[in-house]
């Protein structure tokens, strides 16, 4: 286990950069199809422009987009003192700088940490994990997410989340690009190369549905690996396993709803935030966390 909490960090680089491969060998395929498609390369060359322009802002402003959707407002020490403390402390303990803390106003029992490094962190908790955990639970939930600041999780996982958003967002323009050339005159198809431009099509509708799906597996990967070690890191951290052991507890048998559960976020959360009405079989199937139960089990094993 130490080898690899001391890896981790280096690990986590190279995955961020394999990525960022990843996502312009996808966008590049997806623009290359619809581009042969419609008989003009405009699509290839703005897909192209678009994704190196995003992958700078998801580098860079990929917490701030992550803390947006949650909705998550910046607090101070004045603010929530007993918060702000355990936050503080903990960060001591673990040599990190203190990172930016956030409220949700969500009252579902959850928290996340975001950003490109430990030098720009931030910690976000939901308003309902600060009214019902107490603060040996809460100080589990802290040492979890901070554990994900040391190992350099939160780049890799950040960057993910944004860059699966912005794949399925061109497929999606893809596909109601159909939907509208369809009612208003069909496609160009470039002269007497239709029966070429049949292959591409098929090719662009097969890669607009799998693609979103394929970077949705990669981040349920990263996410089931991740979680299980960040518990492990937080209870070295805390030396009380109890305390998150508890709090999962909690969370486990929390059936609030999240409203701004967000596919392309999911991963970031210390559970997956579909709950109640905001889940489904969909996100049962691809779920972006391994079972409490198993969580809590393997936790019971290390505190012995």
Request: no cysteine; aromatic share 10%.
């Amino acid at each position: 286990m130490a080898a690899n909490l001391y890896t981790l960090q280096s690990s986590n680089v190279r995955r961020t950069w394999l990525l960022f491969v990843v996502f312009f060998l996808v966008v590049g395929a997806l623009g290359y199809a619809i581009s042969m498609y419609y008989g003009d390369p405009t699509f290839l060359i703005g897909a192209i422009i678009f994704s190196i322009v995003y992958s700078f802002i998801s580098y860079y402003s990929s917490a701030s987009i992550a803390l947006g959707l949650a909705r998550a407002k910046e607090i101070q020490k004045a603010d929530n003192p007993m918060l702000w403390n355990i936050v503080e402390n903990l960060a001591i303990t673990a040599g990190l700088p203190m990172p930016k803390l956030y409220i949700t106003p969500e009252l579902q029992i959850n928290a996340f940490a975001t950003g490109r490094d430990p030098q720009h962190a931030a910690v976000a908790v939901t308003a309902g994990a600060l009214q019902r955990l107490d603060k040996d639970e809460l100080q589990g939930v802290i040492a979890h997410e901070l554990s994900h600041v040391g190992n350099r999780d939160i780049l890799v996982s950040t960057v993910a989340a944004v860059l699966a958003g912005i794949i399925s967002l061109i497929a999606d323009i893809f596909l109601r690009s159909l939907f509208f050339g369809g009612m208003f005159g069909g496609r160009s198809r470039g002269g007497n190369n239709g029966e070429a431009q049949e292959i591409f099509f098929i090719a662009a509708i097969v890669l607009s549905i799998l693609a979103p799906i394929g970077t949705m597996l990669i981040q349920l990967a990263i996410s089931r690996r991740r979680e299980s070690l960040a518990d492990a890191s937080g209870v070295l951290l805390t030396r009380y396993p109890e305390g998150l052991i508890s709090a999962l507890r909690k969370i486990q048998l929390d059936t609030t709803p999240m409203q701004t559960a967000k596919d392309s976020t999911a991963h970031l959360w210390l559970d997956t935030p579909f709950k109640g009405k905001g889940a489904s079989w969909w996100h049962t199937l691809f779920a972006t966390h391994p079972p409490i139960e198993a969580r809590i089990k393997a936790l019971q094993q290390i505190s012995g």
